[in-house]
C-alpha cells in the first residue's frame, strides 16, 4: 500500500531541484563589479637612484593639514608639505646621495588628526645607476629624463567557475527530472 506522503515527498524533491537549477543557471556573474580605488599614495618613480627625485602624491588628509615626509629604515626627514583643501598632498622630494641601496619605506605623516601612509621604494646600488641618473633597464623618455620602469600587467586573481557551476546546475536538473519520472512510474503503477 502506497502512502500519499511518499508521492508528496518526491514531488517536493523534484520540485526543489528544478528551483535550484533555475537559481544557478540565470545567476549573474559576481567577477563584475568596480576595482577598489587606488593606494592613498604614489610614489613615481618607485624605483631610484641615489640623489634622484621622486614626486608623490597622497589623499585623505584634512583640508591644509601639515605634513611630514620621511625614508624609512633609518628615519631620514626628507621635507615638509601641506595638504590642500581637498586633503591632498603632492610634492617632489630628492633621496640623498647617502642613502644606502636596497628596499626603503617612504611615510608621509600628519598629527591632529592623526595619518600615516607608505609606500616601497628601491634604491639602486651606485654601480646600477648610469651616468645620467637612469637605472639600467628603463627608458628616459627625455635626455636627462630619470625615465620610469614599465609597470606589470596586473595578476589574475581568481579562476572562471563558470563550467562548475553550469555542471552543477545540469546535475541538480537530471536529479529534479529524475525524481519527477519517479513519481509518475509510481503514480501510475
Same mark, same amino acid.
Not at 563584475?32 to 580605488?37: D, I, L, R, T, V
Not at 583640508?63 to 615626509?69: E, G, H, S, V
Given at each position: 500500500?502506497?502512502?500519499?506522503?511518499?508521492?508528496?515527498?518526491?514531488?517536493?524533491?523534484?520540485?526543489? !531541484? $528544478? /528551483?535550484g537549477a533555475v537559481t544557478f543557471v540565470s545567476a549573474q556573474p559576481a567577477f563584475?563589479?568596480?576595482?577598489? @580605488?587606488g593606494?592613498?599614495?604614489?610614489?613615481?618613480? !618607485? $624605483? /631610484?637612484?641615489?640623489?634622484?627625485?621622486?614626486?608623490f602624491h597622497a589623499d585623505g588628509f584634512a583640508?591644509?593639514? @601639515?605634513?611630514?615626509?620621511k625614508l624609512l629604515s633609518k628615519a631620514l626627514l626628507l621635507g615638509?608639505?601641506?595638504a590642500d583643501a581637498q586633503g591632498d598632498v603632492d610634492g617632489t622630494v630628492e633621496i640623498p646621495s647617502n642613502v644606502r641601496s636596497g628596499k626603503h619605506t617612504f611615510r608621509l605623516d600628519a598629527r591632529n588628526p592623526e595619518r600615516e601612509l607608505s609606500a616601497k621604494l628601491t634604491v639602486r646600488k651606485q654601480n646600477e645607476c648610469g651616468t645620467d641618473g637612469v637605472p639600467p633597464g628603463v627608458v628616459a623618455e627625455e635626455p636627462g629624463d630619470a625615465g620610469s620602469l614599465a609597470q606589470p600587467e596586473l595578476a589574475a586573481t581568481g579562476q572562471d567557475d563558470t563550467l562548475m557551476l553550469f555542471g552543477g546546475a545540469a546535475g541538480l536538473a537530471l536529479l529534479g527530472g529524475g525524481a519527477v519520472v519517479a513519481v509518475r512510474r509510481f503514480g501510475n503503477s
Open positions: 500500500m502506497r502512502t500519499f506522503t511518499g508521492r508528496a515527498g518526491l514531488a517536493a524533491m523534484a520540485a526543489s !531541484a $528544478v /528551483v563584475a563589479a568596480q576595482y577598489p @580605488p593606494p592613498p599614495l604614489v610614489l613615481e618613480p !618607485a $624605483v /631610484v637612484c641615489p640623489g634622484d627625485s621622486v614626486t583640508p591644509l593639514q @601639515p605634513t611630514t615626509a615638509h608639505f601641506n
